[in-house]
C-alpha cells in the first residue's frame, strides 16, 4: 500500500528531486508522524466499538471493504500517467516540511478511513487488548511506510529520471495498487 502512487509518496519524490533527499526525508519525518495521531483514534475510538457489538464491528469491517474496493475503481478510472517535474515547487526548510508533512497526514481523511478500514480486519489476538493490537498494527505500517517513503526520499534522482523515460510504469503500478486494494478488501471480509 505504501509503494502505491499517492499524494504523500509524489509529494515526497517532488521535494526530494527539487531539493534533495533531506527535503524530502523531513517530510518523511511529518507524514510517518501523523500516523501516530491516526493510530490512536483508531485504537481507542475503533477499541470501544468492538467491546460494544460484534456486529458493529462486523459492519465497520464490511465498509472497510467496501470502501477499498471503491477505491480500487477509482483508481481503475484514472490514466495512470505520472507527472514528474519540480517546476513551481517552492523550497521550505526541513522544519516546514516536517510540519507540511504531519498537517497534511494529521488533516486527511482519507488516511482516517483507511486506517478505519484496513486495521479492524487484522486484529490478531482475542486475549491481548484490541488498543495493543491497534498500536502494533499502527507502527508496522508506519516502519512500511518509513521504509518506502525513505528510499523513495534517497532514490529519488533515479526513480525520477526512470518515471521520466518509462511512462508505462504508471499503467503498471496502477493495476498493481488496484490488485492490492482489492485483494485486502477480501482479506478483511474472511
Known amino acids: 500500500m505504501a509503494i502505491s502512487p499517492g499524494p504523500d509518496n509524489i509529494y515526497v519524490l517532488i521535494q526530494s528531486v527539487a531539493h ?3 527535503y524530502g526525508l523531513a517530510t518523511v519525518a511529518g507524514l510517518i508522524s501523523g500516523c501516530v495521531i491516526h493510530t490512536t483514534f483508531l485504537a481507542f475510538g475503533v477499541s470501544a466499538i468492538i467491546k460494544q457489538s460484534e456486529s458493529l464491528f462486523f459492519a465497520i469491517k464490511l465498509l472497510g471493504a ?3 474496493v471503491y ?3 477509482q483508481v481503475y478510472k484514472s490514466d495512470g500517467s505520472l507527472e514528474v517535474s519540480d517546476d513551481n515547487v517552492p523550497k521550505k526548510t526541513t522544519t516546514q516540511l516536517f510540519k507540511q508533512g504531519f498537517i497534511m497526514n494529521v488533516l486527511n481523511p482519507k488516511v482516517t478511513i483507511f486506517f478505519l478500514a484496513f486495521f479492524p480486519g487484522f486484529l ?3 486475549t491481548l487488548s484490541t488498543v495493543i493490537q491497534f498500536y502494533v498494527l499502527g507502527f508496522l505500517f508506519m516502519g512500511v511506510s518509513l521504509l518506502v517513503f525513505s528510499a523513495i526520499a534517497i532514490l529519488s534522482g533515479h526513480i ?3 518515471i521520466k523515460s518509462h511512462k508505462h510504469i504508471g499503467d503498471i503500478l496502477k493495476w498493481l495498487q488496484i ?3 482489492i485483494a485486502i478488501a477480501i482479506l478483511i471480509l474472511i
Open 20 to 22: 534533495g533527499k533531506k
Open 66 to 68: 467496501l470502501y477499498l
Open 71 to 73: 477505491l480500487a475503481y
Open 124 to 126: 490478531f489476538s482475542n
Open 160 to 162: 525520477s529520471s526512470y
Open 179 to 181: 490488485v492490492v486494494f
